[in-house]
């Protein structure tokens, strides 16, 4: 059952392609914001560009759909105008991570109160399937014809370095967990993000010939192992597998509380 | 009376006007106001923030002004070139914000501690797309004061950004400045909705109206905003007719303004025969040279444009009319000259006097150059 009243109902049917994992992700942000109760009016959903960022559209709150790359930075605008403010981010691995790749670390390490939902389909699906900062070696994108020579980011050991006090991998075949980590994510008093593993059969999948929707879940579901069982394989049997669960969750002071507090001091001084 | 140097009263202008908020990113010669502000915002309740970059910035501030918070962001010419993209965002999404920019020797990173004036044409088309754009150029310090205080009102007023086009001079100098007591310059507010925020379209305009109420994020009208053509529910839409109401609705909301918004100051121009015309640091130089022009009894006069943009076509065009020629001086290689050849269409030469080599012009340069005219 997918829950009522957080959709905006009548901006459907979406723009998303048949089989694109980006609705599960969507669905699981629903179960997620139903669980946590996430408040309708104290909630801002800010998306930059991309499909994944067009996701903004589809929720009923207020909304903000930025410029590519850049919702992060017009998040930490709100967020520290408005401390009160539930600030959500959806993006994608380009956006996030190659574009906005500077936002990213920098919102990371001022350890603001956002939430970022990152669904990473390991191309850039809107321009129609170039390689991005998560394509990993070796796969075939419309710039990469003999396959992708770049080394492809891990967003959650990037964020974990730069600062982030939630991180956690989920993937779109596994959504009550995915749900749960939004349902964290959501309520996490600092930054917060989720890689979302999310396929894209219209362009990666096609190109790499890795089946419809259906078979790209199976193939992520082989190519995932969980952080427990990760912890007990050797670094062979982990080659070419994404490790999903939570790597870090931590309280450290959130940086619009210190903004705050500061005017607190100093405006009555 | 107090000292202060142009980016501390620009800074405290954005105060006076209600600015809550300022994102920056430090870049000479626009530091300053980072660091007045950087003092100054905790004290009444405000917020500074030093971001990553200038795209980070000005992105910052949009984000706060979309929260119903004031908000201003300030940088130079490298700087300047990073904030276009989010001067569109603005201009689209229709967010009041204010964006100063000390103008430095260019192009490129130039002369950082030199002045300028080469980015006129870049404040008016540096973001892609047809938009719409305030611009003022201060002379003085006080000046710098109070026109930051009407770029905040015609941001507020218009929903759109404003951009302040200071320059390395009227940035550094320091001069006596009045600081009006509060409620002595008027202040104004963004028109916000009134009615039943589930009936409230984010950009919808009251009949006869062309700038919609805006809500404030948080405040329960669900507001929907993007950079993308949209219709006035503010979600996106591919429609001819709509995208072709959309920008002819933004740059209207300017251009029927434009006798409000483009400012003049005209000296000795009754029965002048020449007309020197000028802005920002440059004008100060200019209305020397013309006051030395005028003891030796030449028939010159001084027209400083206060607003750059919208262009003051019909001011230009006025004296066109009625003098035997205009001199553009200005510190670019004829950024303003090309308006005004534009607007006085013929009807007077129109000559230049331009430097580009980050030295000031001096009042016996500009008075050679009037007397060849005279
Ligand atoms: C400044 C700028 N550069 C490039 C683009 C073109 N563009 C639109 S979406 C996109 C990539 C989006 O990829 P990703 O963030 O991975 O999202 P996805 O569509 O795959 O969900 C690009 C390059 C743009 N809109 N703006």
Redesign the interface.
């Known amino acids: 059952m997918i829950p009522s009243g957080y959709l905006r109902e009548d901006r459907l049917p979406h723009l998303l392609c048949a089989g694109c994992g980006h609705g599960i992700a969507l669905q699981a942000l629903l179960r997620a914001a139903e669980k946590v109760n996430l408040p309708r009016e104290g909630t801002v959903f800010v998306g930059g560009i991309g499909c994944s960022s067009r996701l903004v559209n589809y929720l009923n709150f207020d909304s903000l759909h930025t410029t590519h790359g850049r919702a992060l930075a017009f998040a930490t605008g709100i967020k520290l105008a408005r401390p009160e403010l539930r600030v959500v981010v959806i993006t994608g691995d380009g956006d996030l991570a190659a574009i906005g790749g500077n936002h990213l670390i920098h919102a990371a390490r001022r350890n603001i109160g956002v939430t970022v939902l990152c669904l990473n389909n390991e191309n850039y699906g809107m321009t129609s399937g170039q390689y991005s900062p998560t394509t990993p070696r070796g796969m075939l994108a419309t710039t990469a014809p003999y396959g992708n020579l770049d080394r492809p980011f891990d967003l959650c050991r990037l964020a974990e370095a730069a600062g982030a006090t939630y991180v956690a991998r989920g993937g779109v075949h596994a959504v009550f967990q995915l749900a749960n980590f939004f349902a964290r994510a959501l309520t996490h008093d600092g930054f917060a993000l989720v890689d979302v593993l999310s396929p894209c059969p219209t362009y990666f999948g096609r190109r790499n010939r890795l089946g419809d929707g259906k078979a790209m879940l199976h193939w992520q579901q082989e190519h995932t192992v969980s952080l427990a069982a990760a912890g007990k394989k050797t670094p062979e049997e982990l080659a070419g597998r994404m490790v999903l669960g939570e790597f870090v969750r931590r309280e450290e002071p959130e940086y619009a509380a210190a903004c705050r507090e500061l005017s607190r001091r100093e405006g009555a001084s | 009376m107090r000292l202060l140097q142009g980016n501390e009263a620009c800074a405290e202008g954005a105060l006076y006007a209600g600015c809550?908020?300022f994102?920056g990113y430090p870049i000479t010669p626009s530091s300053e106001i980072a660091e007045h502000l950087a003092r100054r915002?905790?004290?009444?309740?405000?917020?500074f923030?030093q971001?990553?970059?200038e795209?980070?910035?000005l992105?910052?501030?949009?984000?706060?002004?979309?929260?119903?918070?004031k908000?201003m962001t300030a940088t130079s010419g490298p700087g300047f070139s990073l904030k276009q993209?989010?001067i569109g965002?603005a201009a689209m999404a229709e967010v009041p914000c204010v964006v100063v920019d000390a103008q430095r020797a260019g192009p490129s990173t130039g002369m950082p501690t030199s002045p300028a004036q080469g980015d006129v044409q870049q404040a008016r088309w540096g973001t892609h797309g047809d938009h719409p754009v305030v611009v003022y150029s201060p002379w003085s310090v006080q000046e710098t004061f109070e026109l930051t205080v009407r770029a905040f009102n015609v941001a507020e007023t218009l929903r759109v950004p404003v951009i302040l086009l200071l320059d390395e001079v009227v940035a550094h100098m320091r001069e006596g400045v009045e600081l009006p007591a509060p409620g002595r310059m008027p202040v104004l507010e963004r028109s916000r909705p009134t009615g039943d925020p589930a009936a409230y379209r984010s950009y919808a305009c009251a009949p006869g109206e062309d700038v919609p109420p805006m809500a404030d994020?948080?405040?329960?009208?669900?507001?929907?905003?993007?950079?993308?053509t949209h219709d006035e529910s503010g979600?996106?839409s591919g429609r001819p007719a709509v995208a072709d109401a959309l920008v002819r609705r933004l740059a209207g909301k300017v251009e029927r303004r434009v006798g409000e918004l483009a400012a003049v100051d005209g000296r000795y121009l009754e029965d002048a025969q020449i007309v020197l015309i000028s802005f920002g640091c440059t004008a100060r130089a200019g209305l020397r040279a013309v006051r030395l022009a005028r003891e030796r009894g030449l028939p010159v006069g001084l027209l400083r444009l206060i607003g750059l943009w919208p262009f003051p076509d019909r001011a230009v065009a006025e004296l066109a009319g009625r003098v035997r020629g205009m001199l553009v001086a200005e510190m670019n290689l004829g950024q303003v000259r090309r308006e005004v050849e534009r607007a006085a269409r013929g009807a007077c030469p129109v000559a230049g006097h331009h430097r580009v080599d980050g030295e000031l012009m001096n009042p016996e340069e500009l008075l050679a150059a009037l007397e060849v005219l005279a």
Do not use: Y
Request: glycine letters at 16%.
């Open positions: 809550r908020f994102a915002m905790p004290q009444v309740g405000g917020t923030v971001m990553e970059d795209i980070a910035s992105a910052a501030c949009i984000g706060a002004s979309l929260t119903g918070v908000a993209e989010h965002f994020f948080g405040a329960g009208f669900r507001m929907a905003v993007t950079g993308l979600f996106p």
